[in-house]
């Protein structure tokens, strides 16, 4: 800590932070003036008509992770498999009902699947017509 002055912890991840931080070097949150957390919390179980202080379930921060199958079509599509149109488009409709993140490795992986089904399908047509002239 610098020089005797008070930590606090942040109100997104609940860990001990300094006094100095201006963000989270933890989950990347801005560090909200402890007096100001107060006032935000006040004015929240006001709004919601909880004067006696319960503690929420949205009140837990949430932690998102990054959608497995996103990972899984942008390798496949690096590897140029049109496995990874499937993969990606599975990655995106559960990056938007779930909210997880990887939506830009599912779309990168869905545009490579793609890209290497085109590839496939001109070679296939590129070694058809070479067999037929010979």
């Known amino acids: 800590m610098n020089g005797g002055e008070t930590a606090h ?6 860990r001990e932070l300094d006094a100095a931080w201006k963000f989270c070097v933890w989950c990347g949150a801005r560090v909200i003036p ?3 957390a ?12 909880d004067a006696g202080g319960r503690h929420h379930a949205h009140d837990e921060p949430i932690e998102r992770h990054v959608n497995p199958a996103a990972i899984f079509a942008l390798v496949l599509g690096i590897l140029l498999s049109p496995l990874a149109v499937i993969f990606g488009h599975l990655a995106l409709s559960q990056t938007a009902r779930t909210g997880d993140r990887g939506r830009m ?6 545009v490579l699947g793609y890209s290497a089904l085109v590839l496939v399908v001109i070679v296939v047509i590129a070694w058809v017509q070479l067999r037929a002239l010979l």
């Open 105 to 110: 490795p599912a779309l990168i992986g869905t």
């Open 38 to 49: 107060e006032a935000m919390r006040a004015a929240a179980a006001a709004a919601a008509g």
């Open 34 to 36: 402890e007096e100001r």
């Open 9 to 14: 912890a942040c109100t997104h991840c609940g």
